[in-house]
């Protein structure tokens, strides 16, 4: 059972789709759970998937689109403001809170890639998140800057700002905005790993979607090259805590790392043996382990 419904980031609409479970009760109280977005999607591709079937084991769950992406409002359109998307989630926790049949003492918070960095960094200093879990998760500031596997120099970041900070001059000079893509619109021969499979799920009929047409501003690469989703985790995140990846992710260790870092005395990694880190966005396969270990954590921790 799903509703579209709106609601407030600052003065930024935000358009979401609600589930509840098929048995719902508006009298009664329910768990609740934010569901982020990959950076690049929209609410109705993974997060929509991974809302809908925790929805159907028994919680509400809230999918949205981010900040100038999909039909929630904010421009320039396609901009990846990592602190916007940060509030974006503490704003997705305040609409909760106004529903009548959502416990708000249980609200959990999950993310999925880019959605994951954000949803571990908002719930550093989010208390209301009472649970913590992530798929495939990145985080943005260091995929972004530093490459997968961290190959690229502090010299190369350097030089990207450069040219981020002259579209901006030739921007208020009048120039088109500067749009590059989140993952290749064609594949080059030999390409591997999740930029190909990103092509494959963003690109193709497995996964497109109208609202999300592989556009990124290339002056986001500004705020994103100063974001860290870990910064205070070693202090902060001492919720309950579930990272899933992929065994056959090359992003794996984004996963590993923020387990290892968070402060949390119940914090677990768990490996989905042969799942890719796009594999985890929509292949039953992989996809029904994960739900499964997903309403197994915030059945256990959110009560």
């Known amino acids: 059972m799903k509703s579209d419904v709106k609601f407030k980031n600052n003065t930024i609409l935000l358009a979401g789709n609600l589930y509840v479970p098929s048995e719902f009760d508006e009298a009664k109280k329910y768990p609740a759970i934010v569901v982020s977005h990959p950076g690049g999607g929209v609410k109705e591709q993974a997060a929509g998937l991974y809302a809908d079937k925790l929805a159907e084991l ?168 100063t974001y860290s989703a870990f910064s205070h985790i070693d202090k902060f995140l001492t919720q309950p805590f579930l990272a899933i990846a992929g065994s056959e992710a090359d992003t794996f260790y984004f996963s590993q790392e923020a387990v290892d870092k968070a402060a949390s005395q119940n914090k677990e990694l768990f490996t989905i043996e042969g799942a890719t880190h796009v594999g985890l966005y929509d292949l039953p396969e992989y996809v029904n382990p994960a739900v499964d270990k997903l309403a197994a954590f915030f059945s256990q921790n959110l009560k």
């Open 58 to 225: 028994g919680f509400v769950t809230l999918a949205f689109d981010a900040s100038n992406q999909g039909e929630s409002e904010g421009t320039p359109r396609y901009f990846e403001d990592p602190y916007a998307r940060t509030e974006d989630v503490r704003a997705a926790v305040d609409y909760l809170t106004t529903l009548s049949y959502v416990d708000t003492d249980n609200i959990g918070a999950l993310g999925i890639c880019a959605g994951g960095g954000y949803t571990v960094a908002a719930s550093q200093t989010e208390r209301r998140i009472k649970a913590v879990a992530t798929v495939s998760m990145v985080d943005i500031g260091s995929l972004f800057g530093e490459g997968l596997g961290r190959v690229v120099s502090v010299e190369e970041q350097i030089k990207l700002l450069e040219q981020v900070s002259q579209q901006r001059t030739a921007e208020a000079g009048g120039a088109d905005t500067l749009y590059v893509t989140y993952v290749p619109q064609e594949l080059e021969e030999g390409m591997t790993g999740t930029m190909a499979e990103g092509h494959d799920y963003y690109v193709t009929p497995r996964g497109c979607h109208k609202n999300a047409p592989n556009r990124l501003v290339f002056t986001s690469f500004g705020p994103i090259l």
